[in-house]
């Protein structure tokens, strides 16, 4: 049987002809966009510092045409880079091919992105994949997963001092910041927070009424704070004894960031699950939990979760071309290389105090609680960063930043905190 649908076909063609998102959207200056901005949009993220409109490679253009260097990469988002032409080419076919289908049917690139992911992240047999759209829905994931641990007899959940995990209800009472989370008390309940890196205190907690213990390898939103391998190490021992999961969420380490597929891949301990997202899809929302061997992955079984967009074929294509590329493009080694080379470049520098992270994840402190006018200095002169902290920088730029780009924000970084001081 056939459905002629020539006809419509057709029509579709004629209207897309000559016709972009930004000639639908219209023309302004960032000023005007800006006022538009604040009468249309909510206010959760505050005033945009800019507008922008166009980007390729490490390199974004805002509405007035002014050029940046973007050091953030939408947060640890955009790996290969603003529109790279191979990930770029491979999302537009799959559109063109094939763009959605709900989760009563699967398409080849879910399947092959669920392999592809579970060969990754080297995960023994039995081992399985939910796909979500963004890091907070990968953590809600864990978290109910965590409720069926011991057929959901256990009801302490641990994170740590400083964690991020995410905005939606469950993810949030995993998120420590109170600011974020006194707002919408109560939140879902038995999470306990415990002091950072403290392995005494991790022993302490964790015990057989504990479901989980949620970790960051590298806490970024807290300012770039990594947990040491002697940590990890004693998370999975305390874990396994207690029958815990013990669940990392990479959504910001993960994909490359810190120069390997994973950042907990040097601890050389199996968790019971993963969360990524952030880089996944290289700029198109893409997240994702791993659950780790047979047990863990039949915690979750048909009907107790599920999301329309999950796992999305556009999506997936998306993840898939952004994970061939790391892969083929040499750019793990980018990433350590110079990674290595901003670090060092960053110690030398006066005012600097203390600089940490791994690859291309890299915070830095200052000597005065002047980071959020070093991003504005910053952008000033061209350049995108962030201030996690009063006085942090955070840096997660595009993996495929070149040396020679690394070098231009070392040489200009001194004027920026001088800039900064004087503003003060
Ligand atoms: C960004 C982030 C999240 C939340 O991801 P969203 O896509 O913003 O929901 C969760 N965990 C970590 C570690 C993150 O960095």
Redesign the pocket.
Request: charged share 30%.
């Given at each position: 049987m056939s459905h002629p649908d020539a006809e419509l076909v057709e029509s579709k063609e004629t209207v897309a002809k000559e016709t972009s998102a930004s000639e639908i959207a219209g023309q302004g200056s960032g000023a005007e966009w800006l006022s538009r901005y604040s009468s249309s949009l909510m206010g959760v993220f505050g005033t945009p510092q800019r507008v922008l409109v166009r980007g390729a490679g490490c390199l974004v253009w805002d509405a007035d045409g002014k050029e940046y260097l973007d050091l953030l990469g939408g947060?640890?988002v955009n790996a290969m880079g603003h529109a790279h032409p191979f990930v770029t080419s491979v999302i537009a076919s799959q559109l063109a091919t094939l763009g959605h289908v709900s989760n009563f049917f699967t398409s080849p690139t879910q399947i092959a992105l669920a392999e592809k992911l579970l060969a990754l992240t080297k995960a023994p047999v039995g081992s399985k994949v939910f796909f979500a759209n963004?890091?907070?829905?990968a953590?809600e994931a864990a978290f109910k997963l965590a409720r069926r641990n011991s057929s959901g007899n256990r009801t302490k959940i641990i994170a740590l001092e400083g964690a991020?995990?995410?905005?939606t209800m469950g993810?949030l009472a995993l998120t420590a910041k109170e600011a974020y989370r006194t707002p919408f008390e109560p939140l879902p309940g038995g999470v306990v927070h415990i002091p950072f890196g403290d392995i005494e205190a991790l022993r302490a907690a964790v015990d057989d009424s504990t479901a989980a213990v949620f970790l960051?390898p590298i806490q970024?939103?807290a300012g770039v704070r990594p947990l040491s391998t002697e940590y990890l190490q004693a998370a999975r021992e305390a874990c396994t004894a207690a029958g815990a999961l013990l669940i990392l969420?990479e959504?910001?380490t993960g994909i490359g960031r810190t120069g390997k597929w994973l950042a907990s891949e040097d601890a050389g301990i199996v968790p019971d699950a993963i969360t990524l997202?952030?880089g996944l899809g290289g700029g198109f929302p893409v997240?994702a939990l791993i659950t780790f061997g047979e047990a863990t992955s039949s915690l979750l079984s048909a009907g107790q979760h599920g999301t329309t967009f999950g796992g999305n074929p556009v999506a997936t294509a998306a993840a898939l071309a952004t994970l061939h590329a790391i892969e083929n493009q040499g750019v793990l080694e980018n990433v350590r290389t110079v990674g290595a080379f901003l670090r060092e470049g960053l110690a030398k520098i006066d005012g600097v105090t203390e600089v940490r992270g791994e690859g291309l994840l890299i915070g830095f402190d200052l000597d005065a609680d002047v980071a959020p006018a070093v991003v504005q200095a910053g952008l000033d002169a061209g350049f995108i960063v962030n201030s996690p902290g009063p006085r942090t920088i955070r840096l997660a730029p595009p993996l495929i930043l070149s040396t020679e780009q690394a070098g231009l924000f070392l040489a200009a970084l001194p004027q920026l905190i001088q800039t900064a001081k004087e503003s003060q």
């Open positions: 947060i640890a963004s890091g907070t829905e953590n991020f995990h995410g905005r993810a960051e970024g939103e969420d959504v910001q997202a952030k997240g």
